[in-house]
């Protein structure tokens, strides 16, 4: 099946950083989805982003999708950004599973 | 708007006994997906519901089965609990059938315990 992995699969910011997450993927995918998991296990939806580039205030998202890989900037990062990062995907060739990536641990101190 | 919900919040159960999970869609939604996440892992697509059938399943035994009712709202069955079942399970919404095709929305899921 699919291999989806993050990077890094931990950091740590002071806040007011800039950080760049990658989510890459080891085969073609339809589509691609970013969430962002709060410590009391919520997911929360970022992204719906199969090809191009979005923005959300202080987040944005790329996704390259014929170089099998997408992009989470979080810029000017708060405390309330702490919790995981995930990218998932449903790859393509009416196989519609979805798969998750490893994830992003990111803790933001004061 | 309601959001997708889910019930119960916490379960405790023991080796060998059965649990039914609920889930809501979110308002307007008429496809229910189910993931298990253990603990420091990634959500692991159970199976996914639409037009009350099964359409889509991952990696999973026939100890896990699901029901969607007329309504769109969904439930996970788990038989034969294993100490390996405990997990969070999250369920997802969308508008649609099919993987990622359509936006998924998450509940806040119920964290199982098996003892």
Same mark, same amino acid.
């Given at each position: ?16 950083? *800039?950080?760049t997450? @990658?989510?890459?993927?080891?085969? $073609?995918?339809?589509?691609?989805? /970013?969430?962002?998991?709060?410590? /009391?296990?919520?997911?929360? *939806?970022l992204?719906?982003?199969? $090809? ?5 205030? @202080? ?10 890989? $997408?992009?989470?900037?979080? $810029? ?12 998932a ?22 | ?8 919040t ?26 298990q ?16 059938? +099964? ?26 609990? !294993? !100490?390996g ?17 359509? +936006? ?7 964290? !199982?315990?098996?003892?």
């Amino acid at each position: 099946g699919i291999q989806v992995e993050q990077s890094p699969p931990d950091l740590i910011l002071q806040e007011g950083a *800039n950080s760049t997450l @990658r989510c890459n993927f080891s085969d $073609s995918v339809n589509n691609l989805q /970013w969430f962002h998991q709060n410590p /009391w296990g919520q997911l929360i *939806n970022l992204f719906y982003i199969p $090809s191009g580039t979005k923005q959300n205030g @202080r987040l944005s998202a790329t996704t390259v999708a014929t170089e099998r890989y $997408s992009l989470l900037y979080i $810029s000017s990062s708060q405390t309330t950004d702490s919790g995981v990062y995930f990218c998932a995907v449903e790859n393509s060739g009416g196989y519609q599973k979805v798969t998750f990536g490893t994830g992003t641990k990111l803790q933001v101190i004061p | 708007d309601a959001g997708v919900t889910q019930s119960p919040t916490h379960l405790i159960k023991t080796r060998g006994q059965q649990v039914t999970l609920r889930c809501s869609p979110k308002s307007g939604h008429d496809t229910v997906s189910w993931y298990q996440q253990a603990l420091g892992q990634g959500p692991q697509f159970i199976f996914q519901y639409y037009e009350e059938e +099964e359409r889509q399943r991952g990696n999973f035994p026939d100890r896990f089965s699901g029901h969607q009712f007329p309504n769109y709202s969904s439930e996970l069955n788990v038989n034969a609990l !294993l !100490l390996g079942d405990s997990a969070l399970y999250l369920c997802a919404s969308s508008l649609g059938a099919g993987g990622l095709s359509y +936006e998924q929305y998450f509940g806040p899921g119920t964290r !199982l315990t098996v003892t």
